[in-house]
């Protein structure tokens, strides 16, 4: 089948269901007001609480949501399952269950003080259930931290051309930051002067590839460490000084590459070199579950959750841009992966002898062997390189791969610091009170970049992705049963919440079931990965039961709901009778 009239049909479908269900769902359950002070304004602090402009906060919101999920999992799965259900569950997922989780989360977050996800779950389940949440979310931003560092650090060694451009964003970022913030720039001066030096680094990154030498050692180790100390610096800065910026210039990145990409797929007109259908059952496990937790971020995403009430609603300066932002922003997020999709899909070869000018494989097979689990991030690489330099005649194979390893890179990098973020918001707010040390945000942060630095040292990279896949969507699922819970509280429509939220939690414990059997009895034994995939059944299935109890006990007593309307909010949080 033609890759490019493929492309244009999902495009349409997500912009339909962007036009249609996600303002449906603002209407009934949200009611966005505009006049409602948000906790950006209300609580505003200068390092977490600032409110940004809209531009900046939806570059920062979309690259921290996407980094390398998009990209990632619908590889995996168009090289595991075809291309046919990767789509399908990239445009169903976004729509009905993605979008949904996404805007829902953040504007939950806005009306209770701008408070995380399991802070929220202790006011409207109960404090056991916040703990166990707490400790759920926190050890999967490890499995995100290491991930992502993984293949951030596999990309560098790939294209040495992206190390210079990447390290010198980190400096403008700042000037950027400093010039809006505290020098009163125009915004647009800003972004011009951004984007120019961007360009400017990339040339010379082309120029000045920075190759580590062998003889100094594991060039991967040294790549990864390097990471996470930039992660762990980041994440105790204030956000407008460095994260929101660099989010905001690495956005510019990204929407350059989803263009390029999706220009090159109209302009080559490859047909579709991967089968539509590769089978029900393969090495990552069978369809059903394995396809909806391998495919995460492009179709649904428990992370996306904690980024809407950990940092974007700390700096949402207005309710009506909650849909946008959110929900926009996991639109933009599937049409990425729409595009990887057809990229690799269409760019790479399904068997044979292809070799791409560098003298490299180009097959799929082939390309996904790569070391330490970052096999998928050079086959988005060299597919994205190959289909532009056949499409696009302005843009030479090698120029390809360095764009694409810079798109890929600068939202890796900017997922990492946000992670280390969060997961200092999440020790420090639910366990800081019982272990008092935890509320430093140095140790939080050191505790959190440390133990992740570990898993990805550990060379477990392979293992790593399908159990991050799992633990993220079993997050999207107590998250969206949590959303059910103060929907049913505020006594508006909660099945736009709750059927997705079922369906996510059963297609998620029965891929973590699947993945703790195969590591504990199967073959390839790991004892770490499958006690971590059982403790996180065991925590997931516990949180899902006290909310599902709350949503019982809150829908029997509707009558006293009704106070819910009339009762007010306190610093911009709603509130409702016997509550924790």
């Given at each position: 089948m033609n890759s490019a009239l493929l492309t244009l049909g999902a495009v349409l479908v997500l912009v339909l269901g962007y036009y249609f269900y996600g303002r449906l769902v603002e209407r009934r359950c949200v009611q966005a007001d505009g006049n409602r002070a948000t906790p950006a304004v209300a609580l505003r602090d200068g390092v977490d609480y600032e409110p940004a402009r809209p531009l900046m906060l939806f570059g920062h919101h979309f690259t921290n949501i996407a980094g390398a999920g998009p990209i990632v999992g619908p590889v995996i799965a168009v090289a595991h399952f075809g291309w046919a259900a990767t789509l399908g569950w990239i445009l169903l997922g976004s729509i009905f269950v993605g979008g949904v989780h996404d805007y829902l989360s953040l504007m939950m977050s806005a009306r209770s003080e701008g408070k995380n996800i399991s802070e929220i779950a202790g006011r409207l389940v109960g404090k056991r259930a916040a703990a166990v949440l707490g400790l759920f979310i926190w050890l999967a931003l490890l499995l995100v931290i290491a991930m992502f560092g993984i293949l951030a650090a596999q990309t560098l060694i790939e294209v040495p051309g992206v190390v210079l451009p990447n390290a010198g964003l980190i400096l403008v970022a700042m000037l950027i930051g400093l010039a809006v913030y505290r020098w009163g720039q125009p915004l647009w001066v800003a972004t011009v002067l951004g984007v120019v030096a961007m360009g400017v680094l990339i040339y010379a990154g082309s120029l000045w590839p920075l190759v580590w030498p062998a003889a100094w050692g594991n060039p991967f180790v040294f790549w990864f460490l390097a990471l996470m100390i930039y992660s762990l610096v980041t994440s105790v800065l204030p956000i407008w000084f460095l994260e929101q910026p660099r989010d905001y210039l690495s956005s510019m990145i990204t929407y350059g590459g989803i263009l390029v990409g999706v220009a090159a797929i109209f302009a080559a007109r490859s047909p579709v070199a991967t089968p539509a259908h590769v089978g029900f059952t393969s090495t990552q496990g069978p369809l059903w579950p394995m396809l909806f937790i391998i495919?995460?971020?492009?179709?649904?995403?428990?992370?996306?959750?904690?980024?809407?009430?950990?940092?974007?609603?700390?700096?949402?300066?207005?309710?009506?841009?909650?849909?946008?932002?959110?929900?926009?922003?996991?639109?933009?997020?599937a049409v990425q992966a729409v595009s990887v999709t057809f990229?690799?899909?269409?760019?790479?070869?399904?068997?044979?002898?292809?070799?791409?000018?560098?003298?490299?494989?180009?097959?799929?097979?082939?390309?996904?062997?790569?070391?330490?689990?970052?096999?998928?991030?050079?086959?988005?690489?060299?597919g994205f390189a190959s289909l532009a330099s056949r499409?696009?005649?302005?843009?030479?194979?090698?120029?390809?791969?360095?764009?694409?390893?810079?798109?890929?890179n600068a939202t890796l990098l900017d997922t990492l610091d946000t992670c280390a973020r969060l997961g200092r918001f999440v020790l420090s707010e639910t366990f800081g009170k019982r272990v008092p040390p935890l509320a430093n945000r140095?140790?939080?942060?050191?505790?959190?970049?440390?133990?992740?630095?570990?898993?990805?040292?550990?060379?477990?990279?392979?293992?790593?992705?399908?159990?991050?896949?799992?633990?993220?969507?079993?997050?999207?699922?107590?998250?969206?049963?949590?959303?059910?819970?103060?929907?049913?509280?505020?006594?508006?429509?909660?099945?736009?919440?709750?059927?997705?939220?079922?369906?996510?939690?059963?297609?998620?414990?029965?891929?973590?079931?699947?993945?703790?059997?195969?590591?504990?009895?199967?073959?390839?034994?790991?004892?770490?990965?499958?006690?971590?995939?059982?403790?996180?059944?065991?925590?997931?299935?516990?949180?899902?039961?006290?909310?599902?109890?709350?949503?019982?006990?809150?829908?029997?007593?509707?009558?006293?709901?009704t106070m819910l309307a009339s009762q007010p909010a306190k610093s911009g949080g709603d509130s409702f009778p016997g509550a924790p």
């Open positions: 495919v995460a971020c492009g179709a649904v995403s428990g992370f996306h959750s904690l980024v809407a009430g950990g940092t974007t609603v700390k700096q949402l300066a207005d309710e009506r841009q909650g849909l946008p932002i959110a929900y926009g922003s996991m639109m933009l997020e990229v690799v899909a269409a760019g790479l070869y399904w068997a044979g002898r292809h070799f791409a000018p560098d003298g490299k494989s180009l097959v799929i097979d082939e390309l996904m062997k790569a070391p330490q689990g970052g096999g998928a991030a050079v086959v988005f690489v060299r499409g696009l005649p302005f843009i030479s194979f090698s120029t390809g791969l360095l764009i694409a390893a810079i798109c890929l140095w140790v939080a942060a050191l505790v959190t970049v440390g133990t992740a630095s570990y898993l990805g040292l550990s060379g477990m990279g392979k293992s790593l992705w399908p159990v991050f896949g799992a633990a993220n969507q079993l997050i999207a699922a107590l998250a969206l049963l949590i959303v059910a819970v103060y929907l049913v509280g505020i006594r508006r429509p909660s099945r736009y919440a709750t059927l997705p939220g079922f369906f996510v939690l059963v297609t998620t414990i029965a891929a973590l079931l699947y993945q703790g059997y195969g590591f504990l009895l199967g073959p390839k034994r790991n004892l770490l990965l499958g006690g971590l995939s059982v403790l996180l059944v065991v925590l997931g299935l516990y949180v899902a039961v006290e909310a599902w109890e709350r949503i019982r006990r809150l829908t029997c007593a509707q009558p006293a709901a």
